[in-house]
Nanobody, 126 residues
């Protein structure tokens, strides 16, 4: 069972990046997928979640309107499109999974999730 993130890098403020999360060893069809980020000196933060059942999505207030989460079950992958990036978006970004559904009151809590990727660094700087 493995999750592998990719797509991170260095981008200027206002720029865009698209992160990918590829699963192997299991199918994502029955799993909710979340993105978290962890910046130095800060707690791990839930960024977004997408359910398996109905595709419902959740976003942290800090990224609403700028980030979009999606999934492609045929490719066993999920994505995070990040637009209008700000320096405060700088962090290591992780994808994680839990069975079926993002829970509205707890989706942003790391303990909800069973499998985690190794992370990809996103740096927003001029």
């Amino acid at each position: 069972v493995q999750l592998v993130e990719s797509g991170g890098g260095l981008v200027q403020p206002g720029g865009s990046l698209r992160l990918s999360c590829a699963a192997s060893g299991f199918t994502l069809d029955y799993y909710a997928i979340a993105w978290f980020r962890h910046a130095p000196g800060k707690e791990r933060e839930g960024v977004s979640c997408i359910s398996a059942s109905d595709g419902s999505t959740y976003y942290a207030d800090s990224v609403k309107g700028r980030f979009t989460i999606s999934r492609d079950n045929a490719k066993n992958s999920a994505y995070l499109q990040m637009n209008s990036l700000k320096p405060e978006d700088t962090a290591v970004y992780y994808c994680a999974t839990e069975p079926f559904t993002c829970h509205s009151s707890t989706w942003s809590h790391p303990y909800e999730y069973d499998y985690w990727g190794q992370g990809t660094q996103v740096t927003v700087s001029s």
